[in-house]
């Protein structure tokens, strides 16, 4: 048996989908709406019924659904560089989020880290994300707003290498260009046994945010990186795919396990 499939109601996000199509992003309501570049829809049966009713757009029948992970990350405005879902998973798995963990991130960028963090800290954790750039966080701001998580995640503007106000957090996880400005920070944020996550772009970042983040007094400090191989799967002909994304970033982790000399 699935979740609970609570009914849909007037002024929620929803998505229209349809296979081989880009989830369309719709504030549900009763009546005929008109759908930039999609025409109008009906949405009215969607109204009180469960994820799935089906809605008529254009003479083409659209699955009404509530948006999962998979369609905010796809539509989501991007004006930075983002964290990879394969990294962003990891990313979680090496900084120890659990459901009602408390997070530091750092920084926010365009949320798609974010949302993923505040999906894995549920209902009773809180995500507290800080970003130099203002501008930057209106876009992440948005993104956690449709995913309905928003209430999970505390924005704060502000330069982490300037220091971190939270204390006794159960994990830190940095994506920045100058992350080992930033480690002796996130040891005094964290709580003995918390986890500091790093996503780095290259090499040399990753030599300086490791030599730094031993030096700090993490243990256990390792460093890794994900290649996704795509396969195109054809009856009699699944192969890898000729297309692959070579790099996106490195991922390095350490954990407060002993008391800073
Ligand atoms: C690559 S983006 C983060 C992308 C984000 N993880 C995502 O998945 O959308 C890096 C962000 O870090 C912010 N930043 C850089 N140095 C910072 C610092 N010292 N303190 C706070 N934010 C910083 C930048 O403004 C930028 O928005």
Redesign the pocket.
């Known amino acids: 048996m699935g979740k609970e499939q609570r009914p849909m109601q007037v002024g929620e996000l929803v998505v229209l989908y349809k296979e081989g199509s880009r989830p369309l992003f719709v504030e549900l309501a009763s009546g005929k709406k008109l759908i930039d570049g999609f025409g109008v829809v009906d949405l009215t049966p969607a109204v009180g019924a469960p994820e799935g009713a089906r809605v008529v757009a254009g003479g083409e029948e659209y699955l009404v659904l509530r948006p999962a992970l998979v369609d905010l990350t796809r539509t989501?405005r991007?004006?930075?560089?983002?964290?990879t879902p394969k990294d962003?998973q990891y990313l979680l798995f090496l900084a120890g989020v659990t459901a009602g963990a408390r997070v530091v991130?750092?920084?926010?960028?365009?949320?798609?880290?974010?949302l993923f963090l505040a999906n894995a800290v549920g209902p009773g954790g809180q995500v507290v994300t800080?970003?130099?750039?203002s501008a930057?966080?209106d876009a992440?701001q948005a993104l956690l707003r449709r995913s309905g998580l928003a209430d999970r995640v505390l924005f704060r503007q502000?330069?982490?290498?300037?220091g971190i106000e939270e204390r006794e957090v159960d994990s830190v996880i940095f994506?920045?260009?100058?992350p080992w400005?930033?480690t002796a920070h996130a040891w005094g944020a964290l709580r003995a046994g918390g986890f500091l996550a790093t996503?780095i772009p290259t090499y040399n970042q990753l030599e300086h945010s490791v030599r730094e983040m031993r030096t700090v007094g993490f243990s256990d400090v390792h460093a890794l990186e994900l290649i996704e191989r795509p396969i195109q799967v054809g009856e009699g002909g699944t192969r890898p795919s000729f297309e692959m994304l070579g790099h996106t970033g490195f991922l390095a982790a350490g954990r407060k396990v002993g008391v800073r000399t």
Do not use: F, N
Request: no cysteine.
């Open positions: 989501a991007r004006p930075t560089q983002i964290v962003a991130e750092a920084g926010t960028g365009s949320g798609l880290l974010t800080y970003d130099r750039k930057h966080q992440a502000g330069d982490v290498s300037e994506d920045l260009p100058e400005t930033a996503y």
